[in-house]
Nanobody
């Protein structure tokens, strides 16, 4: 079992920055991917970024490439640095864990989500 908890969401103005954190606990993460997804009101959940826990290799969705950066530390924390925020980035952001890391398949473990609101 993997337990995930997000923090760092909030209200920010257009062009501002936020840093989301995901604290993970439970079984070993070797072979897992940690990812960030988001869901805006009335829209489907969308993949944002992922990191391979063992190698640190990252992948970002085109919609956030160059603005958002996923990273991790050695204490089972994953981060999503979000810069140049736009109103379209307003959503609930979720941290997730998966062995496959696919951007389209269902991920096994999820956090409760944290709200990010970008005001214009």
């Amino acid at each position: 079992q993997v337990y995930l908890g997000e923090s760092g969401g909030g209200l920010v103005q257009v062009g501002g920055s936020l840093r989301l954190s995901c604290a993970a606990s439970g079984r070993t993460f070797s072979g897992y991917y940690i990812g960030w997804f988001r869901q805006a009101p009335g829209k489907e959940r969308e993949f944002v970024a992922r990191i391979a826990w063992s190698s640190g290799r990252t992948y970002h969705a085109d919609s956030v490439k160059g603005r958002f950066t996923i990273s991790r530390d050695n204490s089972r924390n994953t981060f999503l640095q979000m810069n140049s925020l736009e109103p379209e980035d307003t959503a609930v952001y979720y941290c997730a864990a998966s062995l496959h890391g696919s951007t389209t398949r269902a991920w096994e473990y999820w956090g409760q989500g944290t709200q990010v609101t970008v005001s214009s």
